[in-house]
């Protein structure tokens, strides 16, 4: 079964709307951690949310915020006030502590998102 | 500008070859891990180290090898080349190779084998 799933291939979303990329996850690590990463089409990968299984608070980082659900392994990231630049692959990972000391990322397949002007 | 640096940026060779690409962590970052990005398998984990020792494999291959230098420095050498190597080769860094890190990645190595 994979630990990641992001079942949109593809988004479109209009300039300056808000958008919503899905992320499930599976694992029965009490402690994990859950990472967006965006990929540009030039290909690098830039951090761009962090939230820990057991924060209380959705992580929020100026216009991404992190929709954390852990009853229904979620973490959906959002993100507010789409600029043109925000189009990107964009990929959901995790890491789990069960692993010894093997802090690897797990990542999804991703999105792909493309703002309309 | 993520402060992982990676070269070359593109590599083109031919099957059979050997390569070796090569990082540089953050600046005081101990962690070097290295993923491996192709069309069919995604984004794949290949070897963590810390502090100059291995600390993780993933799905490296056995033609595949590398390591971390005292300068912190990580190479990452892959043999016998074949064309299912092509692919991008990101390395990232952390703090402390701890759960609680966040890994930031390099620009990354594009691998064209011929």
């Known amino acids: 079964a994979q630990k990641i799933t992001q079942t949109q291939p593809g988004m479109f979303v209009q300039e300056k709307e808000a958008v919503t990329l899905d992320c499930t996850y599976d694992?029965?690590?009490?402690?994990?951690?859950l990472f967006w990463y965006k990929q540009p089409s030039s290909g690098e990968m830039i951090f761009l949310i962090y939230?820990?299984?057991?924060?209380?608070q959705n992580a929020t980082e100026g216009r991404y915020s992190l929709n954390f659900q852990k009853a229904r392994k979620s973490a959906n990231l959002v993100i507010s006030a789409s600029q043109l630049g925000d189009s990107a692959m964009y990929f959901c990972?995790?890491?789990?502590?069960?692993?010894?000391?093997?802090?690897?990322?797990?990542f999804g397949k991703g999105t792909l998102l493309t703002v309309n002007p | 500008d993520s402060g992982v640096t990676q070269t070359p940026k593109h590599l083109i060779t031919a099957t059979g070859q050997r390569v070796t690409l090569r990082c540089s962590p953050r600046?005081?970052?101990?962690?070097v891990y290295w993923y491996q990005q192709s069309l069919d398998q995604g984004l794949q984990f290949l070897i963590q180290?810390?502090?100059?020792?291995?600390?993780a494999k993933g799905n490296i291959l056995e033609r595949f090898s590398a390591q971390q230098f005292p300068d912190l420095h990580s190479e990452l050498n892959l043999s016998s080349l074949e064309l299912g190597d092509s692919a991008l080769y990101f390395c990232?860094?952390?703090?402390?190779?701890?759960?609680?890190?966040?890994?930031?990645f390099g620009p990354g190595t594009r691998l064209t084998v011929l």
């Open positions: 939230q820990g299984s057991y924060d209380q």
């Open positions: 990232a860094s952390s703090l402390a190779g701890s759960s609680t890190d966040t890994q930031y």
């Open positions: 694992t029965s690590d009490p402690s994990y951690g």
């Open positions: 180290y810390y502090n100059g020792e291995e600390r």
């Open positions: 600046s005081g970052d101990l962690s």
């Open positions: 990972a995790m890491r789990e502590s069960s692993g010894g000391s093997n802090y690897k990322l797990t």
